[in-house]
């Protein structure tokens, strides 16, 4: 099994000057302190090209100024985790990597072998780093499944991290959802009560770290969706923390509890003291 991040992931290509440093950038972003991450070059131009650093701040509001182009030379003593390359040449010439990096290939047009006007290079550049965002995306997305007993003790030490209530969870953890990253640790997590037609959406938590990278959101969707072929008529929640995530990104509109205190009579949860005090919100989905 591969350690525990912050993982060391290398971009290479050929220049260092376009592909490699939006890829460096945009996964520094994306990958939400999860990666170390470098770029260079097998063989470098020295100057990075401007548009990049231009996209980079215009549509992902990234600062680059500090982009660097430089030989893979500098790194060759690193230990990588996953080493990427981005463009043909770097693929044919990519050395052996110590430690046993997992080795990609993502073969993408050059945006600076773009001839025309400025407009259309920039339109080249724009183009080539919305690719690297989807790769990047697919890549840290972790596999959402089903929760198992298996899972129980890693649910219950995540709910405590992220102060949680216990209370409940063994009992309906058939309802529960969970996600790995990938060395397999549990990063994330949400369940559903069945209550008749209502269903108590709880436990919604990803890890420390792990936090604003849109496992939450892809977590929550998915829930919904599988509730609503179930059958859930409306979806309750109770919060202290997490009110406008959910109304911005659901549609889930504050309600008050009273209105459901005989359909969740039942839940241990909705019975907390400790939960007395917290907005109740609702969701309808049919
Ligand atoms: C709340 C939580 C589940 C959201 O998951 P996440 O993976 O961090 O969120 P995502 O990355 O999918 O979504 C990010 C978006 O939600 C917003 N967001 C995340 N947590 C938020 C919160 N607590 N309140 C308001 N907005 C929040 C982000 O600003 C971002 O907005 P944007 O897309 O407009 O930029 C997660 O932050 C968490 O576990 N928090 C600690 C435990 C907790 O409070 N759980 C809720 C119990 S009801």
Same mark, same amino acid.
């Given at each position: 099994?591969?350690?525990? &991040?912050?993982?060391?992931?290398?971009?290479?290509?050929? &220049?260092?000057?376009?592909?490699?440093?939006?890829?460096?950038?945009?996964?520094?972003?994306?990958?939400?302190?999860?990666?170390?991450?470098?770029?260079?070059?097998?063989?470098?131009?020295?100057?990075?090209?401007?548009?990049?650093?231009?996209?980079?701040?215009?549509?992902?509001?990234?600062?680059?100024?500090?982009?660097?182009?430089?030989?893979?030379?500098?790194?060759?003593?690193?230990?990588?985790?996953? $080493?990427?390359?981005?463009?043909?040449?770097?693929?044919?010439?990519?050395?052996?990597?110590?430690?046993?990096?997992?080795?990609?290939?993502?073969?993408?047009?050059?945006?600076?072998?773009?001839?025309?006007?400025?407009?259309?290079?920039?339109?080249?550049?724009?183009?080539?780093?919305?690719?690297?965002?989807?790769?990047?995306?697919?890549?840290?997305?972790?596999?959402?499944?089903?929760?198992?007993?298996?899972?129980?003790?890693?649910?219950?030490?995540?709910?405590?991290?992220?102060?949680?209530?216990?209370?409940?969870?063994?009992?309906?953890?058939?309802?529960?959802?969970?996600?790995?990253?990938?060395?397999?640790?549990?990063?994330?997590?949400?369940?559903? +009560?069945?209550?008749?037609?209502? &269903?108590? #959406?709880?436990?919604?938590?990803?890890?420390?770290?792990?936090?604003?990278?849109?496992?939450?959101?892809? #977590?929550?969707?998915?829930?919904?969706?599988?509730?609503?072929?179930?059958?859930?008529?409306? $979806?309750?929640?109770?919060?202290?923390?997490?009110?406008?995530?959910?109304?911005?990104?659901? &549609?889930?509109?504050?309600?008050?509890?009273?209105?459901?205190?005989?359909?969740?009579? +039942?839940?241990?949860?909705?019975?907390?003291?400790?939960?007395?005090?917290?907005?109740?919100?609702?969701?309808?989905?049919?």
């Amino acid at each position: 099994m591969m350690r525990i &991040g912050p993982y060391k992931f290398l971009f290479l290509c050929t &220049g260092n000057s376009a592909r490699s440093i939006l890829g460096e950038y945009l996964l520094k972003r994306l990958g939400g302190g999860r990666f170390e991450v470098f770029s260079a070059g097998s063989f470098p131009t020295g100057k990075v090209n401007p548009l990049a650093i231009q996209v980079l701040k215009d549509i992902y509001d990234i600062d680059a100024s500090d982009a660097r182009s430089k030989s893979w030379e500098e790194f060759k003593d690193l230990q990588f985790d996953f $080493v990427v390359t981005v463009c043909d040449n770097a693929r044919e010439s990519c050395p052996v990597w110590p430690g046993q990096p997992i080795v990609a290939h993502w073969g993408l047009p050059d945006p600076a072998a773009v001839e025309g006007t400025e407009a259309e290079k920039y339109r080249a550049f724009k183009e080539v780093a919305a690719e690297i965002y989807r790769r990047i995306q697919s890549f840290i997305a972790p596999a959402i499944t089903d929760a198992s007993s298996q899972d129980l003790s890693d649910i219950l030490d995540l709910l405590t991290q992220v102060q949680l209530p216990h209370d409940g969870v063994a009992e309906n953890l058939n309802g529960f959802l969970v996600a790995r990253d990938e060395s397999s640790r549990l990063i994330a997590t949400i369940g559903l +009560e069945r209550h008749g037609s209502t &269903g108590l #959406l709880r436990s919604a938590a990803v890890a420390p770290g792990y936090q604003g990278c849109g496992i939450g959101s892809r #977590l929550t969707r998915h829930l919904l969706e599988r509730a609503k072929n179930d059958g859930v008529e409306r $979806v309750v929640l109770l919060t202290t923390t997490a009110s406008e995530f959910f109304a911005q990104h659901f &549609g889930f509109c504050e309600t008050a509890r009273t209105v459901f205190d005989t359909e969740l009579a +039942e839940s241990a949860e909705w019975n907390l003291p400790r939960c007395s005090t917290a907005v109740c919100m609702t969701l309808t989905l049919r």
